[in-house]
Nanobody
Framework: QVHLVESGGGLVQAGGSLRLSCAAS????????MRWLRQAPGKAFEFVAG????????YYADFVKGRFTISRDIAKNTVYLQMNSLNSEDTAEYYC?????????WGQGTQVTVSS
């Protein structure tokens, strides 16, 4: 059974940093894109950042470029999202997801709250 488990969310002041982790298990994720998405209250899901499992493709939403960094540790089967210079608009539930040709998997989310 596939599991994606996010951690690292919390309450942070504006201008601060957090690092989210996504521990993946239950299958190999070769040829999968690992993505971070977020959903603020009352708003639609929003793509944040993505990385191929091989690491040869990394891509970001325009609003996080220069502030967030996505990475992965193959040995630990873990994907990270380093978030710097956080602001109140970054407040949301953050989800890790794995997208393959035939399947997609989602974690349960971790809450990030940025206080101004």
């Amino acid at each position: 059974q596939v599991h994606l488990v996010e951690s690292g969310g919390g309450l942070v002041q504006a201008g601060g940093s957090l690092r989210l982790s996504c521990a993946a298990s239950g299958r190999t994720f070769t040829n999968y894109d690992m993505r971070w998405l977020r959903q603020a209250p009352g708003k639609a899901f929003e793509f944040v950042a993505g990385i191929s499992w091989s690491g040869d493709r990394i891509y970001y939403a325009d609003f996080v470029k220069g502030r967030f960094t996505i990475s992965r540790d193959i040995a630990k089967n873990t994907v990270y999202l380093q978030m710097n210079s956080l602001n109140s608009e970054d407040t949301a539930e953050y989800y890790c997801a794995a997208f393959g040709d035939d399947h997609e998997y989602w974690g349960q989310g971790t809450q990030v709250t940025v206080s101004s």
